[in-house]
């Protein structure tokens, strides 16, 4: 298994490119299988999850051919035929998103065997809002041995879907299946994320008719056909948050580009706050720090357009070395705090109770080797190496290469010392 050590202590200067967001490419990427026609998606992000949702489409039919083109990196998908419509938990537990093909080939081919997900490392993260709501479109759904079966023999209807909480997923989810269901669907307290919209584009420009995304209230009218489109995917907003907080933490002038601030406002209010720099630009963002002391600032996570649950982990690190006390509250997820135990082994001082973590702050972080528990809290545990003193050594970072494309590269050419080290002890 691969680790990364990070030597502490240089400042960050540069320029860094953000790829396209890893959440909405897997979805775009389940759209496919909507149409016969092939779908072509560009500003492709080259990730771990990305690649192993390939394999999943193509066990079920699709073929994908990937490139470099004008536009970046792109895969074109085609799905000709449904080969099969049975994913089985080998594929589904290794990335929960693979679950939402479920709806996608029941709609297109009237049955799927989708295995239930289980658990993951930040929570139960149950999928019964997917189902009730790919029920309510007129697909029966039986529970059998840790599988899903869903059946529609004469297709889906159009349904009113009032969501009891807010869910991206299980949002998505419905979008996927209701875009070929006869009649209209109407989404109720649906989650605004931008990677929603991203979706409905994407599945306007192949023929559907969604209207309302990134608004609590979507109405789908459904068609009987969709087609091949182009589409280029959305810049990710997560990548870009935390080399945003990664410049904070390390100080220098880091520009970020091929990404939108006004997807992030909600953290950079907050590093304003702290006392970091922060220039908006049409095509990007400037994060500046000088060297002078961060101030604390509490941040309660929330669905979009609050404080993104997927920064929280890279925040609390930044609040590790802040003057005064951080109250972090996690609203999202249960036990979404694994990271806090790890940074004090780096000499942090957090004090987790329940869904909020108070952070003292301190005025040094030391280098130690810490294992990663999930994706982002594991990138939050690399930007503290980066002002850690000595070596830290981050095991366990194939959760890392699930969502962080080019990781090392990206902070490298700002001056950052990280490399990683081959399961085999090897260096890189
Ligand atoms: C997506 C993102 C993830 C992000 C999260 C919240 C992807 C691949 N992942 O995850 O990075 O952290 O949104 O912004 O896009 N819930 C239920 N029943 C359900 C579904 C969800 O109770 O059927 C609960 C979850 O346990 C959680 C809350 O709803 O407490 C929100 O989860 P959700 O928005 O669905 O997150 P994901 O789509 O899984």
């Not at 990730?47 to 490139?67: A, K, P, V």
């Not at 520009?255 to 601030?261: G, H, Y």
């Not at 630009?281 to 357009?305: C, E, F, H």
Request: hydrophobic share 45%.
């Amino acid at each position: 298994m691969d680790s990364i050590a990070i030597t502490g202590g240089t400042r960050l200067n540069g320029e860094i490119p953000i790829s396209g967001a890893k959440n909405s490419a897997i979805k775009l990427m389940v759209a496919s299988l909507l149409t016969e026609e092939p779908l072509r998606l560009t500003n492709m992000p080259r990730l771990r999850d990305t690649r192993f949702l390939g394999q999943l489409l193509q066990h079920l039919g699709t073929n994908i051919t990937e490139s470099d083109g004008p536009d970046g990196p792109e895969s074109v998908l085609h799905t000709r035929t449904i080969r099969s419509h049975f994913a089985t938990y080998d594929l589904v537990r290794q990335m929960r998103a693979s679950f939402n093909v479920l709806g996608p080939l029941v709609a297109r081919n009237g049955q799927a065997k989708v295995s239930l997900p289980g658990g993951c490392a930040i929570g139960g993260r149950p999928v019964d809002l997917h189902l009730k709501a790919i029920e309510a479109l007129g697909v029966t759904i039986d529970l059998h041995e840790g599988y899903v079966y869903a059946q529609a023999p004469r297709g889906l209807k159009g349904a009113d879907i009032e969501f009891p909480i807010v869910s991206v997923g299980a949002t998505e989810h419905a979008m996927l299946a209701a875009v070929l269901a006869k009649g209209v669907t109407r989404l109720g307290n649906a989650a605004c994320e931008p990677e929603i919209e991203d979706l409905a584009d994407c599945l306007n420009a192949m023929g559907a008719q969604v209207e309302g995304a990134g608004t609590p209230v979507i109405t789908i009218t459904g068609v009987k056909k969709l087609h091949g489109a182009s589409h280029a995917v959305i810049t990710d907003r997560i990548e870009a948050g935390t080399y945003a907080v990664a410049a904070a933490m390390a100080g220098g002038e880091v520009r970020l580009t091929n990404t939108r601030a006004d997807l992030m406002e909600a953290l950079l209010v907050k590093l304003e706050e702290a006392g970091v720099g922060v220039t908006r630009l049409n095509d990007g963002v400037v994060i500046k720090r000088n060297g002078a002391r961060l101030k604390a600032v509490n941040i309660d996570t929330a669905p979009y357009p609050g404080f993104a649950t997927d920064l929280q982990a890279q925040f609390m690190t930044l609040m590790t070395l802040a003057e005064g006390e951080s109250v972090i509250r996690e609203t999202i997820f249960e036990n979404r705090f694994m990271h806090a135990a790890e940074l004090a082994r780096l000499g942090a001082d957090i004090t987790v109770s329940g869904s909020e973590a108070r952070v003292r702050g301190v005025d040094h972080l030391e280098g130690a080797p810490v294992m990663a528990t999930d994706l982002r809290a594991s990138v939050g545990l690399v930007i503290a190496g980066l002002v850690a003193t000595g070596e830290t050594t981050v095991s366990r970072v194939y959760h890392l290469d699930r969502g962080f494309e080019r990781l090392e590269d990206k902070l490298n050419a700002c001056g950052a010392e990280v490399r990683r080290i081959h399961g085999d002890g090897i260096d890189e």
